[in-house]
């Protein structure tokens, strides 16, 4: 197994007069395996990100075993961690929140080459680059751009070559389209597919939204309130919702499909 979670708990602690403990994830457990995507759906607030954070251990749970390709993650030191990092990556929502504004793409997608001294030489650099320029969609004009120059499926497009540049077994993909128009959606949707497909990676793929989820997603995992409250087959959870409030969720779904077809 390439992730497995048990029983991944995390508290907060807040309130500013009287202490207040909130159970954000309750008692999680899931495990990935080597190029599956396990999709994580759920409402605002429900404990997703709380969830991906956990996974790479960017925050601490309160108790849970996360064992990645056998190794416990929970009693690693933060050095040790950071060791295998290089493995695990994660893809955020907002694409430019990952890039420094004054350095160009190109020096963005230098920088984890760099850090993790993955090149010899200095044209084997900018070979490695346009090679992943290549392999993300996006154009050689776009590496002497900032930031705020490209649009947000191209800047989701350099996060996702930053992240593949380090050949990770495993990815977290927390909402990585939803900021994007529906059409850009679609197509980094479709690259993140070609992509795991094709280096053979683990996903976890956090979404609000379970038809987005469904279309990238070999198995889905339903989360309400800090809890899993199914895990399944994509199509199985989809068509046939086992929980009440997958149910609510798959039905939200199809009514909000059956409006965009009556508006045209
Ligand atoms: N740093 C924090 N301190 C205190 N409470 C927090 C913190 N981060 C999250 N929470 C609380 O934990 C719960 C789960 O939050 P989380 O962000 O994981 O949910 P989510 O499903 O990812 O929602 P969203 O999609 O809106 O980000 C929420 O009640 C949230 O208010």
Excluded: W
Aim: glycine share 6%; net charge positive.
């Amino acid at each position: 197994m390439l992730i497995e979670v048990k029983n991944l708990v995390k508290e907060y602690t807040g309130g500013l007069f009287y202490k207040r403990t909130v159970k954000a994830v309750n008692g999680v457990s899931f495990s990935i395996k080597q190029g599956e995507t396990l999709g994580l759906v759920g409402e605002s607030g429900c404990g997703k990100s709380t969830v991906a954070r956990l996974l790479l251990m960017l925050i601490r749970p309160t108790s849970a075993s996360i064992r990645f390709e056998n190794t416990e993650l929970t009693v690693k030191s933060p050095a040790e961690l950071q060791k295998l990092r290089k493995e695990m990556q994660i893809i955020f929502q907002h694409p430019q929140q990952s890039l420094y504004p004054r350095r160009k793409i190109y020096e963005a997608m230098a920088e984890p080459l760099r850090i993790h001294k993955l090149i010899k030489r200095k044209e084997e650099e900018k070979e490695k680059i346009l090679q992943l320029l290549n392999d993300v969609g996006l154009l050689k004009e776009h590496l002497e751009r900032y930031p705020h120059e490209l649009s947000g499926g191209q800047a989701q497009r350099v996060a996702i070559a930053r992240v593949l540049a380090l050949k990770p077994k495993f990815i977290v993909a927390d909402e990585p389209t939803s900021m994007l128009d529906i059409s850009v959606q679609a197509q980094i949707l479709e690259l993140m597919k070609k992509l795991q497909r094709e280096h053979n990676i683990g996903m976890l793929f956090i979404s609000h939204d379970l038809e987005v989820a469904r279309a990238v997603s070999n198995r889905i995992a339903v989360m309400h309130q800090g809890r899993l409250v199914e895990i399944g087959d994509s199509e199985q959870v989809f068509m046939k919702p086992q929980h009440p409030y997958t149910k609510y969720l798959t039905d939200t779904t199809l009514k909000l499909e059956e409006k965009q077809r009556f508006m045209g």
